[in-house]
């Protein structure tokens, strides 16, 4: 069984992909880690993450792994483990840059379809997961939320890891990444026609994780 979830940066989405894959004891796939992986060898390198052939030289050269880990997935990047150093909003932005470049996203793709398909059950998270990656995919969500409850969402999680953040700052990340997600020309940020669009502006993450298991169950 294949579990696509997409949806914006600040929608939940991870959250309730891994507890849902933690729940049902299924492969959790976060491709989103797969382009801050190459995000951040991008600037390690100095390279342009809007020359696609030097991303593409640079992903020739590059050792990309995900290891289950007890929450979520543990990241290598040639054998080093990147799982902290790719979750800041820098190397987030990058990440954004890079997956506009249609060769990049297409051996993304490949990967991603490869562990997908060689788990027996998977939560795929992602941008294209339900659109591009398995259009076949048994059940699609589309999660979604307001822009202002994204940001709070993050202004939230990162002062209590300790961060002085600035909320103005945080809301402008939120839009230009939705920007830079929902006009790229090769799979944009949308969701599938055959989703089920859950908006959390106004819910609490135990309920749409309740409400999903629900939905996972009725096709399992
Ligand atoms: O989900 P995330 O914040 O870790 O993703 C980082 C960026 O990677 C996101 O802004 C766009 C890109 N991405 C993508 O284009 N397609 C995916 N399936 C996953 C992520």
Redesign the pocket.
Known sequence: MIIAIDGP?GSGK?TIAKMLAKELKFTYI????M??AVALKVKLSGVSPQDEEAVLNLMEKTEIKLLPAEWGVKVLLDGKDVSQLIRTEEI?KI??LI?RLPQV?KKLVKL?RELGTASKNAVI?????GTV?FPDADLKIFMTASPEKRAQRRYRELSEKGFTVDYESILKEIRE?DR??ETRKD?P?KPAPDSIVIDTTDKNLQDVFLSVLKLVRERL
């Not at 976060?30 to 880690?33: E, K, M, N, P």
Request: no cysteine; proline share 0%; hydrophobic share 30%.
């Open positions: 940066a991870s976060d491709t989103g880690a382009y801050r987030g990440a954004s997956a996203r991603q998270e992602g941008r294209d997961t990656i990444r830079l997600d799979s940020l």
